[in-house]
Each structure stands twice: as C-alpha cells, then as structure tokens.
C-alpha cells in the first residue's frame, strides 16, 4: 500500500510577492505611505468627493483671508478657495507623475534588456546613446525643452500632460536603462536561463520567461521612487512658468503664486497648503518605494 503524501498550505513554497507582502505589511511607514497614495491618487480622480467648490471660482471680496470654518484653507490673492485649489492640483501633478514613472520604465526597461542579453555592439551603441542622454541633468533639460516649444494657454489638460511627460521621459529613461541593463546582465549566467537555453528555448522565451522576471525587481522599486521625483520636477516647471499653462490648476502655479513679494509674511497659508501638498505627495511615493526595496530584496531583510 503506497503512501498518499499531502502537501498543506503552510508546505508550499512561497512566492516573491507573498513573502514581500508579508514584510511590508509589517511595516507602520508602509501604511502610511499607502493611505497617503490611496488619498491623493482618489483626490486626481474624483475631486468632486472632497470639495464641492469650483477651484476657477474667485472673488476678490475674499482675498487672502485666513482659514476659516467656510473655507478651511482659507482664499488666495484672487480670492478662490485654497483647499478646492489644492484638490484640483492633484490631478496635474499626479497624472505627469504616474505615466512618466510609466513610460519611462517601459523604454528603459526594454532598452536595458536588449542591450544586457545581446550585448556586443547593440550594448555599445544604446550605452553610449543613454550617456549622452544620462549627462543632461532632468529639470535643466526640462527647462531647455520647455522655453523652446511651451505650451498653449488654451491648450486641454490631456495635451499638456502628455507633452509634460515626454519631455520627461526624454530625459529620465537612461536611469532606468542603465538599471535594467545591469539587472539582466547579471541574471543572464544564471544556470536556470543556461538549462532554458539547453533545452532549446528561443531567445525571445528566454528573455520574457527567465531573465525579464528575475530582473525586474529593481526596475519596480526606483521606479516608484523616481515617481514622486517626476511629481516634484513638474511642479518645479509650472513653479518657474515653463511646465503646465496657469489655465491649469496645479500645486506649482499656486507655489509660484503664493511666493510673490508681502504674501509669504502677509497670507503665509496661500504657501502652506499646495507646498505641504506637494511634500506629503512626493514623500509618500518614496517612503512607499523604500519599503518594496526593504520587502523585494532578501539581502536587506
């Protein structure tokens, strides 16, 4: 009579995503990060939930007067409402943000993994692409790209966000190539992706089944972290008048607004709201990608 061996739940092997889920759920700052994210991210969505006010909707009868039960955030030089201000804002910032971490993960990433698994002059020629590109510092580059071809006033939100974010990506991917291309050329002597290739897989399965999976991983945490860095880059254009139009409500025009001479002593609160907006957006995205660094990799455990 053979014996029928059974193989329980807490027996099986565990997957990467359980055991780094198991870490960060341990985590206090994962939780704040996330609540954070889940709350500015729903703000971009549905402003309507938070605030009822029209952020374009001003009188100058309110100007800069302080936080009240009426308005909570109190009203800037034009006498609009500051918390329906810093609502709206969230949906620029955030948009620019997310399709840039996007988009440039998905070209640097692919990039990386032609140049790490082919190798030879593939690798020499998209490396010494990604240098000249990697010597241009982001927001100067930014900068330039954004004085010489600015957007419309009249142009819609989408047009401007798109435009935002190639000019970041532009600029942003080689960071992420270079990453993904050392991940892959070290997962690439592997002995797994050696027996794949034993067996007579072709290269395309090999790369997207064996070694694209295995080197992700440091792909997904900068790019998280890069994520609240593309939120601060963009508000520094719109802060310095070359990023998003002043149609547009967005947390950087509003910092540049509540920065003129007499307001930051006479209405200090026109700064103090987009600005700690802004800070708790941009410190959540990186405190949130710290803690998947701290639960993807074993060594730090």
């Not at 936080?67 to 620029?92: E, W």
């Not at 532009?170 to 592997?190: A, D, H, I």
């Not at 694209?212 to 719109?238: F, R």
């Not at 003129?260 to 700690?276: E, K, Q, S, V």
Request: charge should be positive.
């Amino acid at each position: 009579m053979s014996e029928i061996v059974t193989t329980t739940a807490a027996e099986r092997p565990r997957s990467l995503g359980a055991d780094a889920w198991d870490v960060m759920r341990r985590r206090p700052l994962f939780w704040v990060a996330a609540v954070l994210v889940v709350l500015f991210v729903a703000m971009a969505i549905a402003p309507e939930l938070f605030t009822t006010k029209d952020p374009r909707s001003c009188d100058l009868a309110f100007s800069r007067q302080l936080p009240s039960a009426g308005a909570i955030f109190g009203y800037d030089f034009q006498g609009c409402d500051i918390f329906a201000r810093t609502v709206y804002g969230a949906r620029a910032s955030i948009l620019v943000g997310i399709f840039t971490a996007l988009a440039a993960a998905l070209l640097g990433g692919l990039l990386g993994t032609l140049a790490g698994y082919l190798g030879g002059a593939v690798d020499a020629v998209l490396s010494r692409i990604a240098d000249i590109f990697f010597s241009i510092p982001l927001l100067l580059g930014a900068i330039v790209v954004g004085s010489v071809v600015p957007l419309s006033p009249n142009s819609p939100l989408w047009r401007c966000v798109i435009q935002i974010v190639l000019v970041l990506v532009l600029f942003g991917w080689p960071n992420t190539f270079r990453l993904m291309r050392g991940s892959v050329m070290q997962v690439k002597p592997n002995e797994y992706v050696q027996a794949a290739r034993a067996l007579g897989a072709n290269p395309f399965r090999v790369t997207t089944s064996h070694i694209v999976p295995n080197a992700l991983t440091p792909l997904i945490v900068v790019s998280t972290i890069d994520l609240g860095s593309y939120i601060a880059t963009e508000a520094t254009l719109s802060f310095l008048g070359v990023g998003l139009p002043g149609t547009i409500v967005s947390w950087g025009r509003d910092i540049s607004a509540a920065s003129g001479i007499g307001y930051i002593r006479n209405a200090p609160h026109m700064l103090l709201f987009p600005a700690a907006a802004l800070c708790l957006t941009v410190l959540a995205f990186i405190i949130l990608g710290e803690v998947v660094r701290d639960a993807l990799d074993p060594k730090l455990r």
